[in-house]
T-cell receptor, first 117, second 113 residues
Framework: GAGVSQSPSNKVTEKGKDVELRCDPI?????LYWYRQSLGQGLEFLIY????????KSGLPSDRFSAERTGGSVSTLTIQRTQQEDSAVYLC???????????????FGPGTRLTVL | GNSVTQMEGPVTLSEEAFLTINCTYT??????LFWYVQYPGEGLQLLLK?????DKGSNKGFEATYRKETTSFHLEKGSVQVSDSAVYFC????????????FGTGTRLKVLA
């Protein structure tokens, strides 16, 4: 597609269940980012990928959170044993390259709204 | 550590009023600075950016100047329109170590006709 897509758009789950959130970046974009947007908290950086590797995982809130990227394209963010405080909008963004060059503009997907009951 | 602080919202203005949204940052090295905008029901999109001190980013009548001496990147527009109503996010890209974006908490702007 023309832009970054994310699925599902909405996910309601019960506390303790595992969830998987998917991101399809713009074709050809080597960098992919995951953020969490909570009410009144702004955007919280979670992790980014350069190709299939993740140079910086420092933003992941706990070891219940993990992410992978395969084929330099699709990425999956997995939250195990979900808690109510995990409820938020999870945003994915991609950019042509990472770094401080001219092509580091991020293009954001519409997000996945996660609600943990 | 690296951080971005922007003014609390919401900001409510009348059409054609002057807009300033303050943004200050703390960072090691020389970050790139950005303003992103989120219109109602839409995803975030880049509004403007500046990559070095004294650079001015501009787009759609908005401007922001990278001020290293005051560690600021305030967003300004001379005459706002109703269509500018949105949430505005200031952000920096760290350039020492790994490349990570740090966002502010966002400022909601409402422009009344």
């Amino acid at each position: 597609g023309a832009g970054v897509s994310q699925s599902p758009s909405n996910k309601v789950t019960e506390k303790g269940k595992d969830v998987e959130l998917r991101c399809d970046p713009i074709s050809g974009h080597t960098a992919l980012y995951w953020y969490r947007q909570s009410l009144g908290q702004g955007l919280e950086f979670l992790i980014y990928f350069q190709g299939n590797s993740a140079p910086d995982k420092s933003g992941l809130p706990s070891d219940r959170f993990s992410a992978e990227r395969t084929g330099g394209s699709v990425s999956t963010l997995t939250i195990q044993r979900t808690q109510q405080e995990d409820s938020a909008v999870y945003l994915c963004a991609s950019s042509l390259v990472t770094g401080s060059g001219s092509y580091n503009e991020q293009f954001f997907g519409p997000g996945t709204r996660l609600t943990v009951l | 550590g690296n951080s971005v602080t922007q003014m609390e919202g919401p900001v409510t203005l009348s059409e054609e009023a002057f807009l300033t949204i303050n943004c200050t940052y703390t960072a090691t090295g020389y970050p790139s600075l950005f303003w992103y905008v989120q219109y109602p029901g839409e995803g975030l999109q880049l509004l403007l950016k500046a990559t070095k001190a004294d650079d001015k980013g501009s787009n759609k009548g908005f401007e922001a100047t990278y001020r290293k001496e005051t560690t600021s990147f305030h967003l300004e527009k001379g005459s706002v329109q109703v269509s500018d109503s949105a949430v505005y996010f200031c952000a920096l890209l760290t350039t020492s170590g790994t490349y990570k974006y740090i966002f502010g908490t966002g400022t909601r702007l409402k422009v009344l006709a």
